[in-house]
């Protein structure tokens, strides 16, 4: 007969979990009995009998449990040591170190019968079988909470009574037991000891790893039954589930807001004790959450670890990862209850739903302008610093958001990653395809046949679908078929075919129709557009107030863009780069006089003959400074007399 291989018992040496009351477990060991006992079937409880260490006051339930103790505190000096000799552990008693020996040892003798998972000792194997039963003999007596081992009671307990023990030497964070705080210390020393060999991502907390690794054996064995997600862990979908039913059970004491997880709590409470605990060696940032600090340091390095398989754009954080995986899946489970639209994200809805109610939390403490959502607000706020964090390593140009730089980035490397699937011209934004496919649009209808190759005449890298009454686009066809209910026209017979309709151009003043954008954009040129932004200095009228700030600079004395090798100073960062240019002109053609780089005062203008003599100007004249390569006096004197 073949002997079984190692760690996997044969059939006669599977074994099985004995009833909870048949042997009494060392777990319980230091939980208090009325904490974990059971209750009896009528019989009145009997009276407790507790045993306290004369040397230290600590009280026991159990005269063994006092004992070992004794032996594991007190005796340390007195009572022989029983020394590991893979680690150089000791303990106090023979049976503690075999119970440790185990953990050296690959067999895994103890095999749960209905998965076949094997474990070491019979007390782990116990603490797994609960996970098949649901039960969960260890209840708080505080609030009512059951739990699967003793020693998670004990941890959770920590909670109720405050109880921290172990603290960081480095930083003061204390935690309820040694792993928790073990596995802090790493983030010290950057010490990840827990490696993936299938994508080489090490890890600093063992459970995170065995989560990691669940994503590779693609085990996820917790759906929800509402819209289908799938998770590795429990505690996973029970948070997940609370987006379907609104509950938040974690409420904040200082300002009365509610979360669904604990963590989101404990990383709110840190705004109201101004904590970040996680700060920048680099920039001096800080933050509240380790994810952010993580996440904020790759904006340093530039690395990008998140790769999408679908179309291979890489992320530096996993949230836009996530975030960007939704959209080639088209998926989106929360839908507004005022209007048609429909979100991927609770946290989305919820800042959309503040359009209809008109609630705009953040304000601006500067100008009192409200906004919706907490990056409209931060967006703002650089109006006001003037401060431009992204710059262009090419030409210099600064911008206030990365993706104005990243589109910006195009104009330098010809990329033009957008293209029309009709005419195959290509764009540098979608914006500007999306107005490209208008006019063919407009040129015919189009019928789209649906297919898994090509399910779209519009690029992307998953399939849209076109309604065929106001030309919205969904990522999947049982939205296109939720849309068009709100329709009085019957959605198409053949769900393969998608009707794109002739849609006339309006003019928003007149009314007048047209075929073509291309007519209608040449006609709204001869409607005057309103100008509501006046200048209080001139009069001059401008279409948006960016307009009127660029113009005020004209009147204000502040020119706060000089140049660094003649130190004359612009208006603008445009004119300054125009006047570098002259320097390096200069630089390159030596037949010129290296006199003054530019003139501050404009060249004076020859005379036109078709200038009205002694005439006044009837609008207020503006000088504004406009930047001339410098040419020698003769050539220019030269030139005036040839006029």
Not at 321 to 328: I, K, L, P
Not at 586 to 591: G, L, V
Request: proline residues 9%.
């Amino acid at each position: 007969m073949a002997s079984p291989q190692p760690g996997i018992p044969s059939t006669t040496e599977q074994y099985t979990p004995p009833p909870y009351e048949s042997e009494p477990s060392k777990e319980l060991d230091n939980v208090p009995e009325q904490a974990t006992r059971r209750r009896g079937k009528g019989r009145p409880p009997k009276s407790l009998h507790t045993f306290k260490c004369s040397s230290c006051q600590e009280v026991f339930t159990s005269p063994s449990a006092l004992q070992s103790h004794k032996l594991s505190v007190h005796g340390k000096d007195k009572q022989q040591q029983y020394t590991c000799g893979k680690c150089t552990k000791m303990f106090s008693t023979r049976a503690q170190l075999s119970k440790h020996q185990r953990s050296h040892s690959p067999q895994r003798p103890f095999q749960c019968l209905q998965c076949q998972k094997a474990y070491k000792t019979p007390t782990e194997l116990r603490n797994h079988s609960r996970s098949h039963t649901g039960e969960k003999p260890f209840v708080c007596l505080d609030c009512g909470k059951a739990f699967m081992q003793a020693i998670c009671l004990r941890i959770h307990m920590t909670q109720h009574s405050g109880e921290r023990p172990h603290s960081c030497p480095l930083c003061s964070k204390s935690y309820p037991t040694l792993s928790k705080l073990k596995v802090h210390q790493r983030s010290h020393t950057g010490e990840k000891p827990y490696f993936c060999a299938e994508c080489g991502k090490s890890f600093a907390d063992p459970s995170v790893y065995r989560k990691h690794r669940r994503n590779h054996l693609g085990h996820r064995p917790y759906s929800c039954a509402q819209c289908g997600k799938t998770y590795t862990e429990l505690k996973d979908l029970k948070n997940h589930e609370r987006s379907h039913t609104g509950e938040k059970p974690y409420l904040c004491s200082d300002c009365g807001k509610a979360f669904s997880r604990s963590s989101s709590l404990a990383c709110h409470l840190r705004i109201h004790s101004k904590s970040k605990p996680y700060q920048c060696e680099q920039c001096g940032k800080g933050f509240t959450q380790l994810s952010s600090y993580q996440s904020h340091l790759r904006t340093h390095s530039g690395e990008k670890p998140f790769l999408c398989p679908q179309c291979g754009k890489m992320f530096s954080d996993p949230s836009s990862f996530r975030r960007h995986q939704r959209a080639h899946q088209g998926f989106k489970p929360y839908p507004c209850d005022k209007c048609t639209k429909r979100f991927r994200q609770p946290a989305d809805l919820a800042v959309h739903q503040r359009v209809h109610s008109g609630q705009r939390p953040y304000k601006c403490q500067r100008c009192d302008k409200a906004f919706v959502a907490s990056w409209d607000l931060r967006r703002h706020m650089l109006v006001h610093s003037g401060l431009r964090p992204f710059a262009c390593t090419e030409c210099g140009k600064s911008f206030t958001e990365r993706s104005s730089l990243n589109k910006h980035r195009r104009v330098h490397s010809g990329e033009r990653p957008y293209k029309c699937q009709l005419c195959f011209k290509s764009f540098v934004v979608s914006s500007s395809l999306r107005k490209h496919e208008r006019t063919h649009l407009s040129e015919r209808p189009i019928q789209v046949h649906v297919t898994p190759e090509s399910a779209s005449v519009f690029p992307g890298t998953l399939p849209q679908f076109s309604c065929s009454h106001c030309d919205m686009i969904f990522g999947t066809w049982e939205e296109v078929q939720a849309h068009t209910s709100l329709h009085t026209i019957s959605p198409p017979s053949d769900p393969s075919v998608l009707a794109v309709p002739v849609s006339p151009h309006v003019c928003v003043t007149c009314q007048e129709e047209f075929v073509n954008l291309a007519d209608l954009q040449a006609h709204e040129k001869l409607h005057p557009k309103p100008r509501p932004h006046i200048c209080d200095q001139c009069g001059k009228g401008f279409l948006n107030k960016a307009g009127l700030r660029k113009h005020q600079r004209i009147h204000s004395s502040n020119r706060p863009h000089s140049c660094n090798v003649c130190g004359k100073a612009f208006l603008f960062a445009a004119y300054l780069r125009k006047h570098l240019r002259t320097h390096r002109d200069t630089e390159s053609s030596p037949s010129l006089p290296q006199t003054d780089m530019a003139h501050t005062q404009p060249l004076p203008s020859p005379p036109s003959a078709a200038s009205p003599s002694g005439s006044e100007p009837t609008a207020i004249s503006l000088t504004v400074p406009v930047t001339f390569q410098t040419i020698p006096a003769h050539v220019y004197m030269d030139k005036e007399d040839g006029l």
